[in-house]
């Protein structure tokens, strides 16, 4: 599937070059056809050349004589009239007896026109088709003509047997899952109506570049085996206003026309961006095209079996408009891989090079510690280069371990990946949260762990599940969670004996938990059922403000510090009650980057001495932990 783009230079460039071309053309060769050139002589001057001999031809109007003269047949010359009564003997002494005939072919002024402008212009225009035409066949785009204005673009793939499939997408467990989803619908979109149930009519892969969004589009067409419209955001922004939406409109129109499919819409950032932002006069023909877009995707029957996916890897810039229902509702967040599915990555990719037997895959994935997929599939090329360049036949275990670095080096400036100590750091916060939540019993169990930095720029983070009714919390359920919300610093001033900024956000929302304990939930002694604080504008954002006098608030202030302090030793008892369990699950932490709830649990509950940590001690390429 090799992507091929039709040339885009602009048309009127080359009709701009035809009409200069077509100007001098006209000055140059044809001036009897554009009322040839005149030249204005005097009277005297016209008698002399009549007396010479020279003038070969006169037409003598009411206001002029023009005549021409032997010496250069292109040129032509006029005088004015004069009262000569004599003239017409000079003439008939010089031999010309005919003063009737015109000198000058004068064209009528429409034919001319015709001749010199239209039929030329017309004549380019064909050629230009032809050529067109010619490009694009060569360029194995079969269809219609490019010169059509507004016509999307879109490549449509018709997925042959060969096509991207799910396996060759690694890793992505819950992407593919939601996507199968999809898969599914298309395969028998019956099953759905029967029952009534619509699938959602898009789908947006959110997730930084190069963690297979594309990939994993590519992979649902594949499965499904329907025509895949691909079409990136940026193609539909074009000169002319007017076009990027007319676009739209004929992509969704084709789709119609082919459904069940696919449309695949890339890089949506480019076109979704929110609307009346940009300053200056805004970008028109952007938000035409994305109204249109909207249109459309309101417009069409979700039952067809049209299924729009699109990728960005900018969700936070698009326009709310977008992420209605009945749009992109569906979020499908493609993430970085962690250790297993970096690992997974390198051995798709290295089914396609001839490698040496017993590679450790694992220990590539380790010291390649935050790469994306692209990346991994980088560095497989570049052990595969590097084996070439030595003139070896199969790729070995060395040749990875170098291209890591070649590949590495270059994001790793632009990435902010975590150095080992700071992944060490991490690991043992996010443990902390997790076992002071585990450990008190009225505290949600977690249901992942993960020190993969987020695109959101957290750089670690514990999902916790609560069980049963979410709108009502106990006291003690709040004060249990303000303790697991100091677990992570806790955790990090028992272990390294110093504190970082990674738990900003932990003591903001602890903070606030505990203020509204007191001021808004009544559940402190002093204050009893008394607001303190109202809330307002609800939905937008639920800014407080305070209902008391500024005393109260000093008092207020000082009993939140109080009840964040007494929770903070509360997780620092529990957790210095199970030193070696945080030591051992933050080791497997670090090892594995992400754990789910289960198995946290698992080996929570285990004895320390038979935590897995104590195996993965002697793998080689694995970094040494502090
Ligand atoms: P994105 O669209 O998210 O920027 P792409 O889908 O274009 O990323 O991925 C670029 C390349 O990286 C793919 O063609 C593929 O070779 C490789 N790649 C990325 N993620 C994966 C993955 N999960 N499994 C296998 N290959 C991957
Ligand atoms: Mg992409
Ligand atoms: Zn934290």
Redesign the pocket.
Known sequence: MKDYTPPKKPLIYYYLIGMLILMILNVLFFPQILSAQVEEVSYGTFLTMVDEGNVTQVEINQDEIVFADDSDPTRYYKTGPMYDPGLTDRLYDAGITDFGTPVVEEMPWLLSFLISWVLPIGIIYLIGQLFIRSMVKKNGMGGGPAMTFGKSNAKVYVQSTGGVKFS?????DEAKELLGEIVDFLHDPEKYARIGATIPKGALLV?P????????AKAVAGEANVPFFSISGSEFVEMFVGMGAAKVRDLFKQANEKAPCIVFI?EIDTIGKKRGEGGLGGNDEREQTLNQLLTEMDGFDGKKGVIILA?T?RPDSLDPALLRPGRFDRRIP?EL?DQK?RED?LK??ARKVAMEPNIDFGAIARVAAGA???EL?NIINEAALRAVRSGRDKVSQSDLEESVEVVIAGYQKKNAILSDKEKMIVAYHEIGHAMVAALQSHSAPVTKITIIPRTSGALGYTMQVDQGNHYLMSKEEIENKIATLTGGRVAEELIFQSVTTGASNDIEQATRLARAMITRYGMSEEFGMVALETVQNQYLGGDTSLACSAETAALVDHRVVKLVKTQYEKAKELLSQNLPKLHSLAKYLYDNETITGQEFMRLLEQEPAKLPSAESEDRPGQPRPL
């Open positions: 060759d997408v690694a890793g992505e997730g570049p190069g963690t297979g969004k594309t990939l994993l890339d990728a890897n493609v891989p599915g990555i798709v990719h994306s997929g692209a599939a």
